[in-house]
């Protein structure tokens, strides 16, 4: 069993981001030579990816934006129509000790996706570095829509799409009675913005599953479970058939999009930043910061940090040494659970829990 390394106290900086050579001497030329490729082998080492999920793209040529939709996870939500497709989900805490998924696609954008719900704080340093599209119903108040707007996205709510191109996307569904029936025609809508720019790689990668970091370095772990709040638990068992973690309830039963489809990840990965209010909502504190992280993978987990460099740059992810951490190309769930320095009201710290060779070890994020 590993020993933990202790939280460093991260300052909240951030979030006002959303408010508001030497020579040798006697140089031999061969030496001089090897180095030079050692260090140009580094640099071209890796191979264009996908910016989602890290599969390679060979000679293909990425086209079109990333759309981002934030999504319902309550128990009158579920299950909802297409999450089982996207590339990229983000777990958020939200008022009232519930999560919401905040889904992006790239690589298959479904036809349908809902139930759509509204914008958060937090949601623009989630969205601020992939670009693209997002998709929401709309906010608390005008100041929340302020912050989501300096995320640079083009934003598509509800809300204010009324006598707009982007308005005639949104419908109600038949599945579920309001507010859990608003749902976005997708892939409809994202081909009106075919123009815009491809995301950015958002994680490093390594081809071969074998050489992700947590199967280098980490401890087997048959299941993960990422504690929000005393209701909402994300959890997830390997499955070595498929070579993903497939996404369960709390009543043990298989957590399924509409269509059947469980869903599953090929990285789980929880965050332990520190959620504190802004405008009242509980927000996640994530722009230029560095806390713990636990990334499972391969039926493995390591834990290291992630580190923000700001508000319009990609999560990046570092062992306890500051080495880079490397993901199995595939979907990825993000889990971003209340840190002990949370001080949002109502929020306590989550927990991240892991079972190997049958017992379970508890972490206190």
């Known amino acids: 069993m590993p020993s933990f390394a202790l939280r460093s106290v991260a300052a909240l900086a951030g979030i006002s981001m959303l408010l508001v050579g030497c020579t040798s001497p006697d140089p031999e030329p061969e030496v001089a030579d090897t180095e030079a490729s050692v260090a140009e082998e580094?640099?071209?080492?890796d191979v264009p990816r996908h910016p989602l999920t890290g599969f390679e793209l060979g000679t293909a040529s990425l086209t079109g934006p990333t759309i981002?939709?934030?999504?319902?996870?309550?128990?009158?939500?579920?299950?909802?129509?297409?999450?089982?497709?996207?590339?990229?989900?983000?777990?958020?805490?939200?008022?009232?000790?519930?999560?919401?998924?905040?889904?992006?696609?790239?690589?298959?954008?479904?036809?349908?996706?809902?139930?759509?719900?509204?914008?958060?704080?937090?949601?623009?340093?989630?969205?601020?570095?992939?670009?693209?599209?997002?998709?929401?119903?709309?906010?608390?108040?005008s100041n929340v829509?302020?912050?989501?707007?300096?995320?640079?996205?083009?934003l598509v709510e509800h809300d204010?799409?009324?006598?707009?191109?982007?308005?005639?996307?949104?419908?109600?569904?038949?599945?579920?009675?309001?507010?859990?029936?608003?749902?976005?025609?997708?892939?409809?809508l994202i081909e009106?913005?075919?123009?815009?720019?491809?995301?950015?790689?958002?994680?490093?990668?390594?081809?071969?599953?074998?050489?992700?970091?947590?199967m280098v370095s980490g401890v087997e772990?048959?299941?993960?479970?990422?504690?929000?709040?005393s209701g909402?638990?994300?959890?997830?068992?390997?499955?070595?058939?498929?070579?993903?973690?497939?996404?369960?309830l709390l009543n043990g039963s298989p957590d399924n999009d509409a269509n059947g489809?469980?869903?599953?990840?090929?990285?789980?990965?929880?965050?332990?930043?520190?959620?504190?209010?802004?405008?009242?909502?509980?927000?996640?504190?994530?722009?230029?910061?560095?806390?713990?992280?636990?990334?499972?993978t391969g039926g493995k987990v390591l834990e290291g940090r992630f580190v923000s460099s700001g508000a319009s740059a990609p999560l990046q992810f570092t062992d306890l040494d500051g080495n880079p951490v490397y993901l199995t190309p595939g979907k990825t769930f993000v889990l971003l659970a209340p840190g002990e320095g949370s001080t949002a009201s109502g929020v306590k710290s989550g927990l991240f829990t892991y079972i190997s060779s049958g017992q379970e070890t508890i972490i206190n994020l």
């Open 42 to 45: 580094a640099v071209v080492a």
């Open 261 to 296: 489809t469980q869903i599953s990840a090929t990285n789980v990965i929880t965050l332990s930043p520190n959620y504190i209010d802004v405008e009242g909502l509980p927000t996640a504190v994530i722009a230029g910061q560095t806390d713990r992280a636990y990334i499972a």
């Open 145 to 154: 829509r302020e912050i989501i707007s300096r995320s640079g996205l083009q």
């Open 192 to 214: 009106g913005y075919s123009s815009l720019a491809p995301s950015v790689q958002q994680f490093q990668y390594r081809t071969d599953p074998a050489e992700a970091s947590a």
């Open 221 to 229: 772990a048959s299941s993960v479970r990422t504690v929000f709040s």
């Open 68 to 141: 981002a939709i934030k999504i319902d996870n309550t128990s009158a939500g579920r299950p909802q129509v297409g999450i089982a497709s996207a590339d990229l989900v983000f777990e958020e805490l939200v008022e009232g000790g519930v999560t919401r998924y905040l889904a992006v696609f790239q690589t298959a954008v479904p036809d349908e996706v809902g139930p759509v719900r509204s914008g958060r704080p937090q949601d623009a340093q989630l969205v601020a570095p992939l670009g693209g599209v997002f998709v929401f119903s709309g906010v608390g108040n």
């Open 160 to 188: 204010t799409s009324g006598g707009t191109p982007d308005g005639t996307f949104f419908f109600r569904s038949t599945r579920k009675p309001a507010p859990l029936n608003l749902h976005i025609e997708a892939s409809a």
């Open 232 to 248: 909402v638990e994300s959890i997830w068992k390997w499955d070595a058939a498929s070579g993903t973690y497939l996404k369960f």
